[in-house]
């Protein structure tokens, strides 16, 4: 089983609709990240825990919540989505203090018509 | 703040050609240097990294080297494959201020290998 999961994996939705994207994870991490990821501009950080209580804005926040259910639980939310939030959406866990890797789950493909 | 420049792409090359991509970057103090790769369909894969200036990482044939005085991170690899074909992510772990903790990745690089 993988490691990261994402679900759901493809979603189409309309201007104005509220989403939810959501991210499990069975590593064991205590650090959850969300990113978007846009042709030719690489991914970009949109929110990161690095435990249950703590929840900071990354570089694109505006427009999107979050919620760290627990420790293995990190969802991402479109209060009202728009065009421009058409992306890749993916979440990625880490560990811990030093240099460590991030795992990425499998990634969210989102149309907003 | 934090920035990483790849190389533009897309990238095409014949099986067993040499490939070079280019990183560089601008950071405060002494990041940790990451190449990611994204084969179709999948999300991101750590391929290798580097933690310190003149530091090597190499992972399936690729490598690249830390280099803190030209503020760079090549990736090369001797001769590709077909199942080289993928998306490269250049990437750094800021290591002071507000970057602590926090990955910045380039814009990636499509590579494409033909038979």
């Known amino acids: 089983d993988a490691d990261v999961t994402q679900t759901p994996r493809n979603r189409i939705t309309k201007t104005g609709k509220r989403i939810m994207l959501e991210c499990s994870q069975t590593?064991?991490?205590?650090?959850m990240y969300w990113y978007r990821q846009d042709p030719g501009l690489g991914l970009r950080l949109i929110y990161y825990s690095f435990d249950v209580k703590d929840i900071n804005k990354g570089e694109i926040s505006d427009g999107y919540s979050v919620s760290r259910q627990a420790q293995a639980k990190f969802s991402l939310s479109l209060e009202s989505a728009i065009p421009n939030q058409t992306a890749l959406y993916f979440c990625?866990?880490?560990?811990?203090?030093?240099?460590?890797?991030?795992?990425f789950g499998p990634g969210t493909r989102l149309l907003v018509l | 703040g934090d920035s990483v420049t790849q190389m533009e792409g897309p990238v095409t090359l014949s099986e067993e050609a040499f490939l070079t991509i280019n990183c560089t970057y601008t950071a405060t103090g002494y990041p940790s240097l990451f190449w990611y790769v994204q084969y179709p369909g999948e999300g991101l894969q750590l391929l290798l990294k580097?933690?310190?200036?003149?530091d090597k990482g190499s992972n399936k044939g690729f490598e690249a080297t830390y280099r803190k005085e030209t503020t760079s991170f090549h990736l090369e690899k001797g001769s590709v494959q077909v199942s080289d074909s993928a998306v490269y992510f250049c990437a750094l772990r800021g290591a002071g201020g507000t970057s602590y903790g926090k990955l910045t990745f380039g814009q990636g690089t499509i590579l494409t290998v033909h038979p």
């Open positions: 990625a866990t880490s560990a811990g203090q030093g240099t460590e890797t991030q795992y």
């Open positions: 590593k064991g991490h205590d650090r």
């Open positions: 580097a933690t310190k200036a003149d």
